[in-house]
């Protein structure tokens, strides 16, 4: 079992941001440090923020920022000496990384936004393994043929900052578990454990633009790489973590009276480029038929609703189009409230959706 390590608890001002170097925590025999990935040129120093609300409920947020899991992926780090947007996986964490700079659901003085008043975990992505590695592994650098190792401790990083929840923060009666991209798997794969430490609160998990859409021989690959372990409880007979696609579906089953919901644009421009990184040909039309397919499989679930939105963009729930975007007779703020009320809406989706485009261009 995991102790509570973090024996200083630490009294947040309310309404503020604060920015916080978890401690080390002991988990059974291990020791567990938070840290980035450790890619060549990169900082290796992990932070969260969080920020103590007036109202009842808690948001826990997984951010994005791509994946690493071959000699290629992870020989193109994105860094903050380099461009924006550079690379196929967040390395370090950036000076964007800071919730003050958001929109959608940051924008805590916005009376538009149902959780303005929640308290908030965030938590940044440096690991390039979405939130589920506790590996480190050696790769050879594509240009050089230099070895280098990246921490795949995406996992570790968070059990960490969950251990400082559990010490710091009140049991919340509302919880919102949710991420955007990379931070949708995050949201997904610690749900159990979320839950498990938050027990009392009624629970919505919300994954923004990460549908599952992947490859087995992608997924034997990565759980490798980044020793990546489902939950127990997860899990199939033989012990065998649920494929990408089932895995939101089980959690569904698992906990009937939480909710579960996905949103993404029909043609992803990001999800598809990272199917054609696993080396489906036609990415883009290929992504669209398997997301609509598993999306519609999801949907049989009572507890379970989707919002599908035009176009090809990545993202939502940190973008200023959150309060703006309208699919399917619904604006998504507004549905999104509704999923916070607990109403449990109507699936959403574009009613003129244009086909994926003939050429990706991947």
Known sequence: PEADAQTR???????????ITPEPIMSGFQRLSATCSDAPGSDPAYSFWARQGTGDGLVIFFDGGG???????????????????DGFYKAEILPGDDPHRFGGIFRVEDERNPVRDWSFIYVPYCTGDVHLGSNTTQYRDVDSGEAFAIRHRGADN?????AWARANL???????????????????????????????????MLGDAGQGVTTPEFADLRD???GARAAR?????????PPDDLAVARLAALYPDDIFAQFTTANDRTQ????????????????????????????AAPNFRSYVAAGDAHTILR????????????????WFAALIRGDRPENRACVECEPPPQRCGF
């Open 9 to 19: 608890t630490q009294t947040l001002p309310v309404g503020e941001w604060v920015r």
């Open 67 to 85: 994946a690493c899991w071959d000699d290629l992926t992870c020989s193109v780090p994105w860094l903050a000496s380099g461009r924006p947007d």
């Open 158 to 162: 968070f059990r960490v900052v969950l």
């Open 170 to 204: 009140e049991q919340p009666q509302r919880l919102l578990v949710t991420g955007s991209s990379a931070g949708a798997y995050g949201a997904v794969g610690h749900y159990v454990r979320i839950r498990d430490a938050f027990p009392r609160a009624r629970a919505i």
């Open 224 to 226: 490798d790489r980044w």
């Open 233 to 241: 409880v997860l899990r199939g007979s033989d012990g065998s973590p």
């Open 272 to 299: 598809a480029g990272f199917y054609a990184l696993m080396g489906v040909d036609d990415a883009c039309a290929a992504w669209r038929d398997k997301m609509t397919r598993d999306l519609a499989q999801r949907q």
């Open 319 to 334: 973008a200023q189009r959150f309060f703006t975007e309208s699919s399917g007779g619904e604006v998504f703020a507004d």
